[in-house]
């Protein structure tokens, strides 16, 4: 159980996870290009002992690999995932500690702790032009916190039990930021914070913040914990850290963690905002520049030996991979206590989490004496797409175990059984002009875009091509190249994509030269693509590529398509995943840098035995 950032440190070096890096690195790219690359081979946490332009060391890949993770964890983790289980009630383990004993007594010990008023002695007032102001990715627009918990209190109800305590991206330098005055937030309006900024704005009043960074690793997870109602993430961050969250209040009413390294504390003020971004994000997409809140700094408060720990994201895998599998592993079965009758929702990682669900259902009616097909697995599919953040996908498949056993996870053969079952004039199902992450350019604004749901249940309906079919491979004009993804999955090349008259004539062109040509219907799933090389490579890419780079209403197109009472069918469905203009580009590394940075991964250097 780790008081500081510093003990958990020193735990991970004495055991074999964590390297020094004793040369001088600079925070421009440098860094985060070292952490992508030692994460790529599975590699220690890493400490920059001297960081260009700051007094303060930095770590990050803290949570690179799961064994590691769970090392952290290792004395608190089974009670977190307890009291988590209680999620009909969490906050009874401290209420009736002598009825969940293991729970309770945990619990218990979790309460935050209030210290006297003030900042703690040992604290030290800075800048934020102090801080390692790290660059991820060539075209960010500065410097970026990506481990930060972003602290807020109820503006009706203040008090520490009704905070919320979030993982929120801040821009700390760039664009017309006020060095040392300002800095950007980003959040969406649902979120927590997002909740407690409309509250303050209705009574005309700014919204005090407080960032923490650092502290006890537990801090850090539990600001992405997506809890059971009723269970704080100050409490959760106390109960996984084995020691309650101590705090307090300074002068101006902010509140400080007494355990975090930083704390930068200010206030969100009504309708300020500033633009915000790019920043090179989790889909493996820069997000552009946006208008965001502004945060009109206050303080900036560092620990005696603050480190500063970060992390870097992009295509998946990457840390945030880890975070994902953490909170599966504590979170359980939660989401068949949320949704009865739902088996197991798949947030594909290779997707980039949000545009892509796989699930399993249950499908217990019957009304039909000859027919299987999906029933109660649609109520189901409505259920997952107005949960939580799986509200935020564009696309969910769905199905219910008939005869053997499935594993989503194993994303080929899932896909495949849906595949082999789906009724292509029966089981798509569309929703039109609603949300998806803000964070996903394919739609057709911000937060804008669609939903399609490919359910299918009962029998075998067709055998699954192994090989490129003859009428793709004879295709001839502006579409061809056809290489095979995976069983009944073609990749087809096509040309750059122009507009939406000229895209859609094209595809038409094409779905009428593969219905006269008899396409059969063991190849269910043509993609249209830049490079169909690059998609039938591995899954890693078909998935990311195809599932980021497209908006269900817009880019489904099929084979002798049409409408029967208002709903769209087809024989073969084609979603055209090519690279639109309005898309954003993907993140793409400094050559110069990657070139820089080999020094250190050179035989005899200290990161020379790694190999990715």
């Known amino acids: 159980m780790y008081r500081n950032m510093e003990e958990c440190i020193l735990d991970l070096e004495k055991h074999g996870h964590l390297i020094r890096i004793t040369e001088e690195v600079d925070p421009h790219l440098e860094m985060a290009a070292i952490h992508l690359k030692v994460y790529e081979a599975g590699g220690p946490a890493i400490l920059f002992e001297k960081v ?14 799961l064994e590691r993770s769970k090392f952290i964890f290792r004395d608190t983790w089974d009670q977190a995932g307890d009291v ?16 969940h004993v293991g729970t309770g007594l945990a619990a218990s010990k979790a309460l935050p702790k209030k210290k006297s008023d003030g900042v ?50 801040v821009q700390l330098s760039g664009n017309d930021y006020g060095m040392d005055r300002e800095i950007g937030l980003h959040y969406q309006i649902h979120r927590g914070i997002g909740v407690h900024q409309s509250k303050a704005n209705k009574k005309g009043e700014p919204l005090k913040v407080s960032i923490f960074v650092g502290g006890p690793p537990a801090h850090t997870l539990s600001a992405v914990m997506p809890l059971p109602e009723g269970l704080s993430e100050i409490v959760f961050a106390g109960l996984l850290a084995g020691r309650r969250f101590q705090y307090s209040y300074d002068q101006d009413g902010a509140c400080i963690s007494h355990d975090a390294d930083f704390v930068i504390t200010g206030e969100i003020y009504p309708a300020d905002t500033k633009p915000e971004g790019p920043f090179g994000d989790h889909l493996g997409y820069y997000s552009l520049i946006h208008d ?94 107005g949960t939580g953040q799986l509200s935020l996908a564009k696309y969910l498949f769905i199905t219910a175990e008939n005869e053997r056993p499935l594993d ?48 299918a249940y009962g029998d075998k309906l067709r055998e699954l091509c192994r ?94 398509s049409g409408y029967a009472n208002k709903h769209w069918y087809c024989d073969n469905v084609i979603i ?24 250190f991964f050179a035989p005899g250097a200290v990161l020379g035995g790694l190999k990715s």
């Not at 004009?477 to 009944?488: D, I, K, N, S, Y």
């Not at 055209?576 to 020094?599: G, M, Y």
Request: hydrophobic residues 40%; proline residues 8%.
């Open 52 to 65: 260009k332009g700051s007094k303060f060391r930095a770590v990050s890949n803290l949570f690179g690999t």
């Open 84 to 99: 988590i289980a209680l999620r009909s009630d969490p906050m009874k383990a401290l209420k009736s500690p002598m009825k």
């Open 120 to 169: 703690p002695a040992g604290m030290q007032e800075i800048r934020i032009s102090d801080l390692p102001l790290i660059q991820h990715w060539p075209m960010d627009g500065g410097a970026f916190i990506t481990l930060p918990q972003v602290y807020s209190e109820d503006p009706d109800k203040p008090g520490i039990m009704n905070s919320n305590l979030g993982m929120y991206r």
């Open 292 to 385: 965001f809140p502004v945060m009109k700094i206050k303080h900036v408060y560092a620990r005696q030996g603050a480190i500063w720990p970060f992390t870097v994201v992009g295509r998946p895998p990457q840390e945030d991979t880890v975070f994902g599998a953490l909170i599966h592993e504590l979170t359980g079965d939660a989401i068949k206590q949320e949704i009865p009758g739902v088996q197991e929702v798949h947030a594909v990682d290779a997707a980039g989490v949000h545009p892509l669900l796989f699930a399993i259902g249950s499908e217990r009616y019957t009304p039909y004496a000859q027919a299987k097909q999906p029933t109660e697995l649609l109520t189901l599919a409505n259920r997952i797409l």
């Open 408 to 455: 989503s996870h194993d994303e080929t053969e899932f896909l495949a059984y849906i595949l082999e079952r789906i009724d292509l004039r029966r089981d798509i199902h569309f929703q039109t002009n609603t949300t998806i992450d803000t964070l996903d350019y394919s739609g057709t604004g911000l937060n804008t875009g669609s939903k399609v749901v490919f359910a």
């Open 467 to 560: 090989e490129v079919p003859q009428p793709l491979l004879k295709l001839e004009g502006e579409f061809g190249r056809a290489r095979l993804v995976m069983p009944g999955v073609v990749a087809i090349q096509g040309p750059g994509y122009v507009d939406e008259p000229t895209e859609h004539a094209r595809i038409r062109q094409l779905t009428e030269a593969l219905q006269a040509q008899g396409l059969t219907e063991t190849c269910p799933m043509l993609i249209l693509c830049d490079d169909s090389a690059f998609f039938s490579e591995n899954m890693s890419n078909f998935l990311w590529a195809t599932f980021t780079r497209s908006n269900p209403s817009h880019d489904i197109h099929g084979v002798n």
């Open 576 to 599: 055209d995943a090519r690279i639109k203009p309005h898309h954003a580009p993907p993140l793409i590394p400094d050559e110069t840098v990657q070139r820089k940075i080999e020094r």
